[in-house]
């Protein structure tokens, strides 16, 4: 019996971890193609892996958008918050998270740039639960910068009188940075322009 | 051979007038399900034609989806550009522009909200004709908004320093907006930072 219990428990992990194999691979999918354009199928060849073991795994085509998003926002985490969070609290993890937002984009971690500003366009009119996790982690993102904007009040390092405009305003420019990175040309100038309005808000007064 | 030119013109007048139906049409869908979405055998089914008179009006998905850009870009100087453009130049024809787009987002002209904020995401990494033309839109948006606010300096109404930068943000917070709008819930909420934003680009200091 304890050995059943064990071939179980390999047969589970390995399940999880063929399903965050799948699940990572189909968020780089939808960086490019849209979480709609996500299919089993072509997952499925992309992996070497059987159709039916894909479906087995996550069931329905929308277990399978979940998932990608679940992955998403891990491999953000990873590549953008943990990072930063080294960082003091403040202007300097603002700062940190800022830079590190770019990188994301630019190097970029997702083949088709920003994971969200693919997804949220596509998601903001079809209610369910791809769309309240999509927008949920979109909205715990500028409630980071919030935040951290507000720490920096607080300690005397800016005087942002509207933390939340100043919120909505930085994740805006930074979505048009990276439209504007995709397109390549003198994507880099929107980039630019989104440092130095991030610089406007962190900038100490007089 | 006078009554035969006569059928000629007319039937091209009828192919011209279906082609703008169906363009428009495809301007609609593509606002809710992204060009990519976009189905000729759908399209035709929904106006009540055959699939092949669709496909011999407009030959390609690609020129489909061209002819529903060019339609979408109709559609927006009729809502925003041209009714604005009754405003004197400067800071009145900015307020009337930004009054114009939230109220395409907010009636909305497109079903799915703005006919760009919908579509750039899904073709900011795919070059090709279609890229070209939604970016050129794009693109002479932020530029009308350029010049006006280079207008309004020049008229000494406002004293920004940086009128590109101010145009990206403006265009950014816009598009921030319609996301908001779309999600609904505090959506109006977004709106309002938006119009702030503007507000602070528009308003002479002192």
């Given at each position: 019996?304890?050995?059943?219990?064990?071939?179980?428990?390999?047969?589970?992990?390995?399940?999880?971890?063929?399903?965050?194999?799948?699940?990572?691979?189909?968020?780089?999918?939808?960086?490019?193609?849209?979480?709609?354009?996500?299919?089993?199928?072509?997952?499925?060849?992309?992996?070497?892996?059987?159709?039916?073991?894909?479906?087995?795994?996550?069931?329905?085509?929308?277990?399978?958008?979940?998932?990608?998003?679940?992955?998403?926002?891990?491999?953000f985490?990873d590549a953008v918050?943990?990072?930063?969070?080294?960082?003091?609290?403040?202007?300097?993890?603002?700062?940190?998270?800022?830079?590190?937002?770019?990188?994301y984009?630019?190097?970029?971690v997702?083949?088709?740039?920003?994971?969200?500003?693919?997804?949220?366009?596509?998601?903001?009119?079809?209610?369910?639960?791809?769309?309240?996790?999509?927008?949920?982690?979109?909205?715990?993102?500028?409630?980071?910068?919030?935040?951290?904007?507000?720490?920096?009040?607080?300690?005397?390092?800016?005087?942002?009188?509207?933390?939340?405009?100043?919120?909505?305003?930085?994740?805006?420019?930074?979505?048009?940075?990276?439209?504007?990175?995709?397109?390549?040309?003198?994507?880099?100038?929107?980039?630019?322009?989104?440092?130095?309005?991030?610089?406007?808000?962190?900038?100490?007064?007089?």
């Open positions: 019996m304890g050995a059943r219990a064990g071939t179980v428990d390999q047969r589970l992990v390995r399940g999880a971890r063929t399903r965050r194999t799948i699940a990572r691979r189909a968020a780089d999918m939808a960086s490019v193609e849209g979480l709609n354009g996500l299919s089993i199928g072509r997952l499925a060849t992309d992996l070497g892996l059987s159709k039916s073991g894909v479906q087995t795994l996550f069931g329905t085509k929308e277990r399978l958008q979940v998932a990608a998003v679940e992955s998403a926002r891990e491999t985490l918050v943990r990072p930063a969070s080294e960082a003091p609290r403040g202007v300097a993890r603002l700062r940190a998270l800022i830079e590190r937002w770019i990188a984009v630019e190097a970029p997702f083949p088709g740039g920003c994971f969200w500003a693919a997804n949220l366009a596509e998601f903001d009119g079809r209610p369910g639960e791809v769309r309240d996790v999509l927008f949920g982690y979109h909205r715990d993102w500028r409630a980071l910068i919030a935040g951290e904007l507000r720490e920096a009040v607080r300690a005397g390092e800016i005087a942002e009188p509207d933390v939340e405009l100043a919120a909505f305003q930085i994740v805006a420019v930074l979505l048009a940075a990276n439209t504007g990175l995709r397109l390549g040309g003198d994507g880099g100038a929107d980039v630019d322009m989104a440092r130095r309005v991030v610089d406007g808000f962190l900038t100490p007064p007089g």
